[in-house]
């Protein structure tokens, strides 16, 4: 699915295959070189992990997910990308699909901008480790 | 060290007393020719085995960061996915390897020691790629990143 727009702070992220049951916490935001991975990610590891994903992070994503592993990236990778940015966090969605992001609690788009929490993808891989 | 030396003998005729000392560290057998053998739960073995194969890399590495070039595959051996960090990730590995190896040693658990080396991998494995490197060592770009399409799942 070809990318659609820049990133507009007052558009939630949408839930990969149906509506949600609760109303994200965390605008979900997906590096624009992994926008076609991301496209990909209910058919490669079916809508059921896809949605435990995006749950996950749209609702608690700094905390461990009751299902999938998770561990912090080291060195330079791991490292916050700002003041107020987690550590990269790196989600194994599966055996072959493994996400890394990071989330902001009062991320601001402009310096005077309203804060709100969001989590940034930053990589998707689906090389089997 | 335990004080009771067990023989050869008893462990036919002390069988529940050689196998608590061992469940409870160690039992130390003396055989026919004089050979000293010690039994212990093969957590604490696989612990020790752990603790040497670390111990010895840790040294190995930290020699080779007194070189001025970052060491070839050739030279980390086993440790050759290591080649992918810079020095200061190496030099990072390194310490944090350290820190990991004192705490399984007094722990006398490799949890520690295991959660770090699963993790360092980790992150070995996704800056493999340029364009995964690129983005996890760049700053962040807001102008990069854009909302997510809702994919369609096959199912």
């Known amino acids: 699915m070809a990318p659609s727009s820049a990133y507009d702070p007052n558009v939630p992220a949408k839930r990969p295959g149906s509506k949600p049951d ?22 490669r590891v079916g809508i059921k992990q896809a949605q435990q994903f995006w749950d996950h992070v749209s609702q608690d994503p700094g905390n461990p997910d009751p299902i999938a592993q998770t561990c912090y990236l080291r060195g330079q990778a791991g490292r916050p990308k700002g ?36 989590v940034a993808i930053l990589t998707i891989n689906y090389s089997s480790h | 060290m335990s004080d009771v030396i ?55 590495l930290e020699a080779l960061l007194h070189k001025n070039e970052l ?15 810079d020095r200061a990730d190496f030099q990072e590995f390194v310490s944090e ?19 770090c080396i699963k993790a360092w991998r980790v992150t070995a494995r996704q800056l493999e790629d340029p364009l995964r490197r690129s983005v996890l060592n760049g700053p962040f770009v807001s102008e990069h990143y854009i909302e997510a399409n809702e994919p369609h799942g096959a199912e």
């Open chain 1, 22 to 43: 609760r109303r994200p916490k965390y605008r979900v935001l997906v590096h624009k070189r992994f926008l076609s991975h991301y496209s990909e990610l209910a058919d």
């Open chain 2, 71 to 85: 060491p070839r595959a050739a030279e980390l051996g086993e440790l050759a996915w290591l080649r992918v960090f």
């Open chain 2, 6 to 60: 067990f023989q050869s003998s008893d462990l036919a005729t002390k069988r529940t007393e050689v196998l608590e000392a061992a469940r409870k560290g160690q039992a130390r057998v003396r055989d026919k020719d004089g050979t000293s053998l010690v039994m212990l739960p093969e957590s604490r073995l696989r612990l020790l085995e752990a603790l040497t194969k670390w111990w010895q890399a840790y040294m190995k």
């Open chain 2, 97 to 115: 390897l350290h820190d990991a190896l004192v705490a399984a040693n007094a722990d006398e658990d490799t949890a520690v020691l295991d959660e």
């Open chain 1, 83 to 118: 003041p107020g940015w987690s550590r990269t966090i790196h989600y194994e969605v599966s055996s072959s699909a493994r996400i890394d992001y990071q989330y902001c609690d009062t991320y601001t788009t402009e310096p005077d901008g309203d804060p709100h929490p969001v």
